[in-house]
């Protein structure tokens, strides 16, 4: 069995047992359960009778395959959790809680990181509320994974946390900047030639008021990247900097996750850039089935909702996203921002309600096909840039006559739909599309139906056909690659 699996497995049997978080201990046997009790006037044995009452009892044990380090459940425990060890694929070292009750608390109390792990490998964490709150911001992290020796370390399940207040860096300029870059609910690292962190679950866990921002999982190099990355299901709310960000992997996926209020929060953002979602450095990102919305701090230029940053080679995809109300826009192509990658980005069945802003930096290195979207903006004009190699095609836009789309060498439109701006070239029809209850969208990806099409909307069956068309649109309805397609997010038949 895959690690993967193994702690699928786990969660698996953690959900069916309820309050009681410990798994079987049948299942357990290979390993030993280390009890922590911080409630405790005394120290103990680490045995369920007699639990170690700190974090530095914790500190001090090395664990091994199959272990578990399980903390009283409606219990606090202050100082910095450092746990040695490493378990194996089958017998991972698990981090939980035990007993019924609250999460158990694990608070930082200004400390660098509330919870490490340095050059270890096969840990499942989950089922714990962690803090780090401090008077001043610094360098700081809810929880930190990193590999620092040269060698790829892997195994790394991270879910069903609460992560709240953490005071870390919210000022990505000048001096700071690597202060800010390091700071967040969740961060994980690779430094030095080769190092690599590889099999990284980050999943249903709950961020918020974080400075430096939300999730942040660097798993590599530019030189050298970590593989088998997926951030799922996760909620951010109200961080001081960036919601999600992966780093330096080989085909991550980012899906299901929901980001509102970015930037925001008890550690505010204050200076530099920030985004939602977006992806640095990686070998054929994506980005899929994911909400950011409610985006109303601008920052120096970003603020955006999604974006394919620089150094990423292969294809960055985004798809069947939802993003409303971001001041930044939807989209950014910032290839042009540092070391260039090059990657073509792919941009299709997504849907942006009143963001109203794309915006490109690449000066000519990456090429961009934008497809079958929804752009709605009637609350103010668009604010469109976009890569000087573009193919914008199939998209249905509405907005205001005031807004200007851009028109020049290099970006070609084909089969689009325009609702009050004005058409960039004679191509594409210009008039209602006819969805069912267009600006209705809610706070998921799954309260968009209004962008659904009706049966006389003048969309349907009429676009281009197009090759790897992902082959599905953002309902789930097939996508035909023979017949000619609708135009915008929805492929059904008209309603």
């Given at each position: 069995?895959?690690?993967?699996?193994?702690?699928?497995l786990?969660?698996?049997?953690?959900?069916?047992?309820?309050?009681?978080?410990?798994?079987?201990?049948?299942?357990?046997?290979?390993?030993?359960?280390?009890y922590?009790?911080?409630?405790?006037?005394?120290?103990?044995?680490?045995?369920?009778?007699?639990?170690?009452?700190?974090?530095?009892?914790?500190n001090?044990?090395?664990?091994?395959a199959?272990?578990?380090?399980?903390?009283?459940?409606?219990?606090?425990?202050?100082?910095?959790?450092?746990?040695?060890?490493?378990?194996?694929?089958?017998?991972?070292?698990?981090?939980?809680?035990?007993g019924?009750?609250?999460?158990?608390?694990?608070?930082?109390?200004?400390?660098?990181?509330?919870?490490?792990?340095?050059?270890?490998?096969?840990?499942?964490?989950?089922?714990?509320k962690?803090?780090?709150?401090?008077?001043?911001?610094?360098?700081?992290?809810?929880?930190?994974?990193?590999?620092?020796?040269?060698?790829?370390h892997?195994?790394?399940d991270?879910?069903?946390?609460?992560?709240?207040?953490?005071?870390?860096?919210?000022?990505?300029?000048g001096?700071?900047?690597?202060?800010?870059?390091?700071?967040?609910?969740v961060?994980?690292?690779?430094?030095?030639a080769?190092s690599?962190?590889?099999?990284?679950?980050?999943h249903?866990?709950?961020?918020?008021?974080?400075?430096?921002?939300?999730?942040?999982?660097?798993?590599?190099?530019?030189?050298?990247k970590?593989?088998g990355?997926?951030?799922?299901?996760?909620?951010?709310k109200?961080?001081?900097?960036?919601?999600?960000?992966?780093?330096?992997?080989?085909?991550p996926?980012?899906?299901?996750?929901?980001a509102?209020?970015?930037?925001?929060?008890?550690?505010?953002?204050?200076?530099?850039?920030?985004?939602g979602?977006?992806?640095?450095?990686?070998?054929?990102?994506?980005?899929?089935?994911?909400?950011?919305y409610?985006?109303?701090?601008?920052?120096?230029?970003?603020?955006?909702?999604?974006?394919?940053?620089?150094?990423?080679?292969?294809?960055?995809t985004?798809?069947?996203?939802y993003?409303?109300?971001?001041?930044?826009?939807?989209?950014?192509?910032?290839d042009?921002?540092?070391?260039?990658?090059?990657?073509?980005?792919?941009?299709?069945y997504?849907?942006?309600?009143?963001?109203?802003?794309?915006?490109?930096?690449?000066?000519?290195?990456?090429?961009?096909?934008l497809?079958?979207?929804?752009?709605?903006?009637?609350?103010?004009?668009?604010?469109v840039?976009?890569?000087?190699?573009?193919?914008?095609?199939?998209?249905?836009?509405?907005?205001?006559?005031?807004?200007?789309?851009?028109a020049?060498?290099g970006?070609?439109?084909?089969?689009?739909?325009?609702?009050g701006v004005?058409?960039?070239t004679?191509n594409?029809?210009?008039?209602?599309p006819?969805?069912v209850?267009?600006?209705?969208?809610?706070?998921?990806?799954?309260?968009?139906?209004g962008?659904?099409?009706?049966?006389?909307?003048?969309?349907?069956?009429?676009?281009?056909v197009?090759?790897?068309?992902?082959?599905?649109?953002?309902?789930?309805?097939?996508?035909?690659?023979?017949?000619?397609?609708?135009?915008?997010?929805?492929?059904?038949?008209?309603?």
């Amino acid at each position: 069995m895959s690690s993967r699996a193994s702690r699928v497995l786990f969660a698996a049997s953690v959900a069916l047992i309820g309050t009681v978080v410990l798994p079987n201990q049948s299942a357990m046997a290979a390993g030993s359960t280390t009890y922590v009790d911080c409630s405790r006037s005394t120290a103990g044995t680490g045995t369920e009778a007699s639990p170690f009452n700190s974090v530095a009892q914790a500190n001090a044990k090395t664990y091994g395959a199959g272990d578990t380090l399980a903390f009283a459940s409606g219990t606090t425990c202050k100082g910095a959790l450092a746990p040695k060890g490493s378990g194996t694929a089958s017998l991972p070292i698990t981090l939980t809680r035990y007993g019924s009750g609250a999460l158990p608390v694990l608070n930082g109390d200004g400390a660098a990181d509330t919870v490490s792990l340095t050059n270890q490998d096969h840990w499942t964490i989950g089922y714990l509320k962690i803090t780090n709150p401090a008077g001043s911001l610094a360098r700081r992290t809810g929880l930190r994974v990193s590999a620092t020796d040269g060698k790829a370390h892997t195994g790394f399940d991270i879910g069903n946390l609460v992560i709240d207040r953490v005071a870390g860096q919210t000022d990505k300029t000048g001096s700071l900047t690597e202060d800010y870059v390091q700071s967040g609910s969740v961060v994980t690292g690779a430094t030095g030639a080769n190092s690599t962190l590889n099999d990284v679950h980050v999943h249903h866990n709950t961020v918020s008021n974080s400075g430096g921002g939300g999730l942040k999982i660097r798993t590599g190099s530019m030189a050298t990247k970590g593989g088998g990355v997926l951030v799922e299901h996760n909620t951010v709310k109200d961080v001081g900097g960036d919601g999600i960000i992966v780093s330096y992997a080989d085909a991550p996926m980012i899906q299901y996750n929901d980001a509102s209020g970015v930037g925001n929060g008890a550690y505010p953002f204050s200076g530099g850039n920030f985004a939602g979602i977006w992806v640095l450095g990686d070998h054929n990102p994506t980005i899929q089935k994911n909400a950011v919305y409610d985006t109303t701090r601008m920052s120096v230029a970003d603020s955006q909702a999604f974006d394919c940053d620089w150094g990423n080679t292969g294809y960055c995809t985004i798809q069947y996203n939802y993003s409303r109300d971001n001041i930044g826009g939807f989209f950014l192509d910032c290839d042009g921002c540092g070391t260039i990658g090059g990657a073509k980005q792919v941009i299709r069945y997504n849907i942006s309600e009143n963001d109203c802003r794309m915006s490109s930096n690449s000066a000519g290195r990456s090429a961009l096909h934008l497809y079958n979207n929804v752009l709605y903006c009637t609350d103010k004009k668009f604010d469109v840039t976009l890569p000087d190699e573009s193919v914008v095609e199939n998209n249905i836009f509405v907005g205001t006559a005031d807004s200007r789309l851009p028109a020049k060498t290099g970006i070609q439109w084909y089969w689009n739909v325009f609702q009050g701006v004005p058409r960039p070239t004679a191509n594409g029809i210009a008039g209602d599309p006819k969805f069912v209850a267009p600006g209705t969208g809610g706070s998921s990806i799954h309260e968009v139906d209004g962008y659904r099409l009706k049966s006389t909307s003048p969309a349907l069956g009429n676009g281009a056909v197009i090759t790897d068309n992902g082959g599905r649109d953002y309902w789930g309805n097939a996508v035909p690659t023979a017949t000619k397609p609708n135009r915008g997010a929805y492929q059904g038949p008209g309603l």
